[in-house]
């Protein structure tokens, strides 16, 4: 079935460095890539997506490429400040799944001040 | 808009008693996803529904789990009996049918005894 892997599960920064966070998919009908970031007893939030016809996408320190040929898609986090700490989430959807939406095991972040 | 919204936000409850969920999703929003969220196996999609009708069930864990959607603003999951290791965050999600984004509900933490 469809699958989505994600490294590392803990990432460990200083503030101010970058953090990249990477994910693989194994259906290659996917076509729609959200990352959602879930701070402690948060909802996930969304915080950048990208579809299957680009291949990077840039919100101010946030950035999300994508290599559809290796199925990989990574999420950059640049200048990281102490509330960039939390669990980042990527996910994989086909349309063909009807809308299914598969999620990463996500990844805990941690900036440190 | 109030966004998603799921009650109860906690439920203690003893093991086999039943135990219901509810979730209001945005006015307009096509699709519900109900996700199980535990630290073992992370964000998993139970069931999701699209204009009432459930499309997709196969998360569901196993026959003591069910949900429906009577009408395009209210949906259940109901566990019943309930076990200890159904312990986990209850998320409702819908979804933008234009931007396709899903927008999660706050959770219920549910503890089962």
């Known amino acids: 079935g469809e699958n989505v892997e994600q490294h590392p599960s803990t990432l460990s920064v200083q503030e101010g460095d970058s953090a990249v966070i990477k994910c693989t998919y194994s259906?290659?009908?996917?076509?729609?890539f959200p990352w959602y970031k879930q701070e402690l007893g948060k909802r996930p939030q969304l915080i950048i997506d990208?579809?299957?016809?680009?291949g990077e996408k840039k919100d101010q320190r946030i950035a999300v490429t994508l290599n559809k040929t290796a199925k990989h898609f990574s999420l950059h986090i640049t200048e990281t400040q102490p509330e960039d700490s939390a669990v980042y989430f990527c996910?994989?959807?086909?349309?063909?799944?009807?809308?299914?939406?598969?999620f990463g095991a996500g990844t805990r972040l941690f900036v440190k001040a | 808009d109030a966004g998603v919204i799921q009650s109860p936000r906690h439920e203690v409850t003893e093991m086999g008693q039943e135990v219901t969920l509810r979730c209001k999703p945005i006015?307009?929003?096509?699709?519900l996803f109900w996700y199980r969220q535990t630290m073992m196996r992370g964000l998993e999609l139970l069931i999701y529904?699209?204009?009432?009708?459930?499309?997709?069930d196969s998360g569901m864990p196993e026959d003591r789990f069910s949900a429906k959607m009577p009408n395009a603003s209210f949906s259940t999951l109901k566990i019943q009996p309930s076990e200890p290791r159904d312990s986990a965050v209850y998320f409702c999600?819908?979804?933008?049918?234009?931007?396709?984004?899903?927008?999660f509900g706050p959770g219920t933490r549910l503890t089962v005894l």
């Open positions: 999600a819908s979804r933008d049918r234009v931007s396709g984004e899903q927008f």
């Open positions: 990208i579809r299957s016809n680009v």
């Open positions: 996910a994989a959807r086909s349309r063909g799944g009807g809308f299914k939406t598969i």
């Open positions: 259906d290659s009908a996917s076509n729609y």
């Open positions: 529904f699209n204009n009432n009708v459930p499309i997709d």
């Open positions: 006015s307009g929003h096509d699709y």
